[in-house]
């Protein structure tokens, strides 16, 4: 993955990582499906090429199902995300 940083500055190729999120994603993985979203939404602030990939079925460990027990901290955690892409998939539905 050391190809996928950009040197000197710390932070990687965000088009390398979402080229291989992509990949992940297009194979059916769903957690990388919504780190693509999020990734285009907020790193590159490019919200058309994050909506795709906000419309796929979450991850597991995003629903509260998937740990009941910790269902409020997770929910709490992403509650600002959720928000912000229920806006915007509501806006164009």
């Not at 940083?5 to 088009?15: A, C, D, S, V």
């Not at 907020?42 to 979450?58: F, H, I, M, N, S």
Request: one cysteine or more; hydrophobic letters at 45%.
């Amino acid at each position: 993955m050391k190809e996928a940083r950009e040197p000197g500055t710390g932070l990687g190729n965000l088009e390398e990582a979402a080229r291989w999120y992509r990949k992940a994603a297009e194979a059916g993985h769903a957690q990388a499906a919504f780190f693509l979203g999020r990734l285009y939404s907020e790193k590159l602030g490019d919200w058309q090429r994050a909506e795709p990939w906000y419309r796929k079925p979450p991850p597991d460990w995003l629903l509260p199902r998937a740990a009941p027990a910790k269902t409020g901290c997770v929910v709490l955690a992403v509650l600002p995300l959720l928000l912000t892409v229920l806006a915007i998939v509501t806006k164009t539905a």
